[in-house]
Protein backbone atom coordinates (compact mmCIF):
# COMPACT_ATOMS: atom_id res chain seq x y z
CA UNK A 1 0.00 0.00 0.00
CA UNK A 2 1.29 3.28 -0.94
CA UNK A 3 2.13 5.67 2.08
CA UNK A 4 -0.56 8.37 2.74
CA UNK A 5 0.84 11.64 4.24
CA UNK A 6 -1.53 13.25 7.56
CA UNK A 7 -3.98 15.70 6.97
CA UNK A 8 -1.63 18.48 8.14
CA UNK A 9 1.24 17.08 6.01
CA UNK A 10 -1.08 17.00 2.73
CA UNK A 11 -2.43 20.81 3.32
CA UNK A 12 1.85 21.58 4.15
CA UNK A 13 2.60 20.57 0.94
CA UNK A 14 0.11 22.96 -0.93
CA UNK A 15 1.21 25.87 1.21
CA UNK A 16 3.87 28.28 0.24
CA UNK A 17 5.24 30.69 2.14
CA UNK A 18 8.09 33.29 2.60
CA UNK A 19 10.68 34.56 4.65
CA UNK A 20 10.97 37.98 6.49
CA UNK A 21 14.54 38.76 5.00
CA UNK A 22 17.78 37.60 3.16
CA UNK A 23 18.93 34.97 5.94
CA UNK A 24 17.17 31.54 6.23
CA UNK A 25 16.18 32.19 10.38
CA UNK A 26 14.50 29.85 12.99
CA UNK A 27 10.79 30.76 11.70
CA UNK A 28 11.69 29.45 8.29
CA UNK A 29 13.29 26.36 9.44
CA UNK A 30 10.37 25.37 11.37
CA UNK A 31 7.76 25.72 8.16
CA UNK A 32 9.62 23.82 6.39
CA UNK A 33 9.82 20.88 8.52
CA UNK A 34 6.57 21.20 8.87
CA UNK A 35 6.46 20.47 4.41
CA UNK A 36 5.51 23.73 3.50
CA UNK A 37 5.76 23.22 -0.22
CA UNK A 38 7.17 26.69 -1.36
CA UNK A 39 8.60 29.79 -0.42
CA UNK A 40 8.08 32.82 -2.48
CA UNK A 41 10.96 35.73 -2.81
CA UNK A 42 10.76 38.98 -2.51
CA UNK A 43 13.00 42.22 -2.89
CA UNK A 44 13.72 41.57 0.96
CA UNK A 45 15.51 38.19 0.36
CA UNK A 46 17.22 39.17 -2.51
CA UNK A 47 20.88 40.01 -3.14
CA UNK A 48 23.70 39.42 -4.78
CA UNK A 49 23.65 36.39 -7.13
CA UNK A 50 25.54 34.24 -4.77
CA UNK A 51 23.61 35.46 -1.84
CA UNK A 52 20.51 33.97 -3.78
CA UNK A 53 22.21 30.69 -4.54
CA UNK A 54 22.90 30.34 -1.02
CA UNK A 55 19.56 31.22 0.55
CA UNK A 56 17.73 28.78 -2.08
CA UNK A 57 20.73 26.05 -1.37
CA UNK A 58 19.92 26.44 2.13
CA UNK A 59 16.08 26.08 2.23
CA UNK A 60 15.97 22.99 -0.25
CA UNK A 61 18.98 21.32 2.42
CA UNK A 62 16.25 22.49 5.01
CA UNK A 63 13.35 20.84 3.39
CA UNK A 64 12.28 17.16 3.59
CA UNK A 65 10.63 17.34 0.44
CA UNK A 66 10.21 18.56 -2.64
CA UNK A 67 10.13 22.68 -2.36
CA UNK A 68 9.22 25.07 -5.00
CA UNK A 69 11.02 28.17 -5.11
CA UNK A 70 9.07 31.25 -7.01
CA UNK A 71 9.85 34.72 -7.84
CA UNK A 72 7.86 37.78 -9.07
CA UNK A 73 9.87 38.23 -12.56
CA UNK A 74 7.94 39.65 -14.93
CA UNK A 75 9.98 41.68 -16.85
CA UNK A 76 9.14 45.54 -17.11
CA UNK A 77 8.41 47.32 -13.90
CA UNK A 78 7.59 43.99 -12.20
CA UNK A 79 10.98 42.20 -11.40
CA UNK A 80 12.34 41.07 -8.08
CA UNK A 81 15.99 40.40 -9.34
CA UNK A 82 17.69 43.23 -10.47
CA UNK A 83 21.30 43.86 -12.05
CA UNK A 84 23.22 41.70 -13.01
CA UNK A 85 20.38 40.05 -14.05
CA UNK A 86 18.62 41.07 -17.81
CA UNK A 87 16.03 44.02 -17.32
CA UNK A 88 13.66 42.14 -20.09
CA UNK A 89 11.15 44.28 -21.53
CA UNK A 90 7.42 44.36 -20.12
CA UNK A 91 4.93 42.16 -21.53
CA UNK A 92 3.11 44.88 -23.52
CA UNK A 93 6.25 46.04 -25.28
CA UNK A 94 6.39 42.28 -26.65
CA UNK A 95 3.17 42.41 -27.58
CA UNK A 96 3.36 45.33 -29.66
CA UNK A 97 5.71 43.19 -31.96
CA UNK A 98 3.34 40.57 -32.06
CA UNK A 99 6.51 38.04 -32.25
CA UNK A 100 6.19 34.63 -30.59
CA UNK A 101 10.06 33.88 -31.67
CA UNK A 102 10.89 36.90 -29.41
CA UNK A 103 8.09 35.79 -26.85
CA UNK A 104 9.79 32.15 -26.58
CA UNK A 105 13.36 33.58 -26.46
CA UNK A 106 12.44 36.83 -23.22
CA UNK A 107 11.11 33.77 -21.32
CA UNK A 108 13.71 31.19 -21.96
CA UNK A 109 16.81 33.30 -21.19
CA UNK A 110 15.01 34.83 -18.11
CA UNK A 111 14.03 31.13 -17.17
CA UNK A 112 17.51 30.25 -17.69
CA UNK A 113 19.22 32.81 -15.32
CA UNK A 114 16.34 32.00 -12.25
CA UNK A 115 17.84 28.64 -12.31
CA UNK A 116 21.34 29.42 -12.14
CA UNK A 117 20.37 31.21 -8.66
CA UNK A 118 18.44 27.91 -8.07
CA UNK A 119 14.65 29.83 -8.35
CA UNK A 120 12.59 27.24 -10.49
CA UNK A 121 9.20 29.07 -10.34
CA UNK A 122 8.46 32.09 -12.39
CA UNK A 123 4.84 34.10 -11.84
CA UNK A 124 4.33 35.05 -15.00
CA UNK A 125 3.40 35.77 -17.43
CA UNK A 126 0.23 38.16 -17.38
CA UNK A 127 -2.37 36.85 -19.17
CA UNK A 128 -4.90 39.72 -18.41
CA UNK A 129 -6.28 41.53 -21.34
CA UNK A 130 -5.97 45.13 -20.94
CA UNK A 131 -9.55 45.78 -21.54
CA UNK A 132 -10.06 48.78 -18.70
CA UNK A 133 -7.83 51.41 -19.37
CA UNK A 134 -8.09 52.91 -16.45
CA UNK A 135 -7.17 49.66 -14.47
CA UNK A 136 -3.96 50.25 -12.63
CA UNK A 137 -2.48 46.45 -11.70
CA UNK A 138 -2.15 45.67 -15.49
CA UNK A 139 -1.18 47.87 -17.97
CA UNK A 140 2.01 46.80 -19.49
CA UNK A 141 2.16 43.74 -17.75
CA UNK A 142 -0.27 42.52 -20.33
CA UNK A 143 0.52 41.49 -23.69
CA UNK A 144 -2.12 43.54 -24.94
CA UNK A 145 -6.27 43.31 -25.38
CA UNK A 146 -6.78 41.47 -28.48
CA UNK A 147 -8.18 37.67 -27.14
CA UNK A 148 -6.17 35.74 -30.03
CA UNK A 149 -2.79 37.80 -29.79
CA UNK A 150 -2.66 37.27 -26.13
CA UNK A 151 -3.36 33.56 -26.61
CA UNK A 152 -0.65 33.05 -28.61
CA UNK A 153 2.17 35.22 -26.85
CA UNK A 154 0.62 34.04 -23.62
CA UNK A 155 1.84 30.46 -24.80
CA UNK A 156 4.93 30.71 -26.34
CA UNK A 157 6.11 32.28 -23.19
CA UNK A 158 4.85 29.43 -20.97
CA UNK A 159 7.04 27.57 -23.69
CA UNK A 160 10.15 29.84 -23.35
CA UNK A 161 9.98 29.22 -19.16
CA UNK A 162 9.67 25.59 -19.87
CA UNK A 163 12.76 25.44 -22.44
CA UNK A 164 15.05 27.07 -19.61
CA UNK A 165 14.23 25.07 -17.37
CA UNK A 166 11.55 26.87 -15.05
CA UNK A 167 8.14 26.31 -14.02
CA UNK A 168 5.71 29.15 -15.53
CA UNK A 169 2.39 30.22 -13.04
CA UNK A 170 0.02 32.21 -15.75
CA UNK A 171 -1.98 34.95 -13.91
CA UNK A 172 -4.13 36.33 -13.04
CA UNK A 173 -7.16 33.54 -13.50
CA UNK A 174 -10.25 34.24 -14.36
CA UNK A 175 -8.96 37.96 -15.81
CA UNK A 176 -8.01 40.85 -13.91
CA UNK A 177 -8.05 43.35 -17.38
CA UNK A 178 -12.42 44.20 -17.07
CA UNK A 179 -11.73 46.51 -13.61
CA UNK A 180 -10.34 49.54 -12.47
CA UNK A 181 -9.99 48.43 -9.34
CA UNK A 182 -6.31 47.30 -7.78
CA UNK A 183 -6.88 44.06 -6.13
CA UNK A 184 -3.83 44.63 -3.99
CA UNK A 185 -5.91 47.48 -2.45
CA UNK A 186 -9.68 46.87 -2.42
CA UNK A 187 -11.99 43.79 -3.79
CA UNK A 188 -12.73 44.31 -7.70
CA UNK A 189 -15.82 42.59 -9.06
CA UNK A 190 -16.55 41.67 -12.61
CA UNK A 191 -20.12 41.54 -14.01
CA UNK A 192 -19.63 39.54 -17.13
CA UNK A 193 -21.06 36.23 -17.68
CA UNK A 194 -19.27 33.00 -17.29
CA UNK A 195 -20.02 32.94 -21.28
CA UNK A 196 -18.33 36.55 -22.08
CA UNK A 197 -15.57 35.06 -19.38
CA UNK A 198 -15.28 32.05 -21.72
CA UNK A 199 -14.83 33.86 -24.97
CA UNK A 200 -12.61 36.19 -23.74
CA UNK A 201 -10.94 36.24 -20.61
CA UNK A 202 -10.33 32.40 -20.08
CA UNK A 203 -8.77 31.78 -23.61
CA UNK A 204 -5.16 32.58 -23.28
CA UNK A 205 -5.64 30.75 -19.91
CA UNK A 206 -6.81 27.50 -21.67
CA UNK A 207 -3.65 28.69 -24.39
CA UNK A 208 -1.05 28.26 -21.58
CA UNK A 209 -2.76 25.12 -20.19
CA UNK A 210 -1.87 24.03 -23.48
CA UNK A 211 1.28 24.88 -24.18
CA UNK A 212 2.40 22.98 -20.65
CA UNK A 213 1.31 25.24 -18.08
CA UNK A 214 0.85 22.89 -14.38
CA UNK A 215 -0.23 25.98 -12.53
CA UNK A 216 -2.54 28.90 -12.43
CA UNK A 217 -2.68 31.96 -10.12
CA UNK A 218 -5.69 32.92 -8.91
CA UNK A 219 -6.91 36.77 -8.84
CA UNK A 220 -8.12 38.02 -5.69
CA UNK A 221 -11.64 39.43 -7.80
CA UNK A 222 -15.31 38.75 -7.34
CA UNK A 223 -16.95 36.97 -10.26
CA UNK A 224 -20.74 37.75 -9.94
CA UNK A 225 -21.32 35.01 -12.51
CA UNK A 226 -19.68 32.03 -9.88
CA UNK A 227 -22.67 32.97 -7.88
CA UNK A 228 -20.87 33.75 -4.28
CA UNK A 229 -19.59 36.76 -2.55
CA UNK A 230 -15.89 35.40 -2.85
CA UNK A 231 -12.62 36.38 -4.75
CA UNK A 232 -11.99 33.80 -7.13
CA UNK A 233 -9.13 32.63 -5.04
CA UNK A 234 -11.52 31.30 -2.52
CA UNK A 235 -14.20 30.37 -4.22
CA UNK A 236 -15.29 26.87 -4.28
Do not use: C
Given at each position: M?H???A??AA????????????????A????A?G????VL??R????P?E????????R???P?????A????????????E?F??F??AM???????E????????ASALE????G??????????L?V??R??AIG?R??G??V???AR??A?????Y???GA???PK??L?H????????LD?PR???S????G???L?????A??????TI?V???VY??L?D????????
Amino acid sequence: MPHRPSARLAAARLTWGALAGREFDPAAAALLAEGLGGVVLFERNLGAPDEVRALTRALRRAAPHQLHVAVDQEGGHVIRLGEPFTRFPAAMAIGATGSETLAFAVARASALELRSVGIDVVLAPVLDLAVDLRNPAIGARAFGDEVAAVARLGAATVAGYLGGGATPMPKHALGHGRTPIDSHLDLPRVTASLAALGASDLVPFRSAVEAGARTIMVGHLVYEALGDDAPASLSP
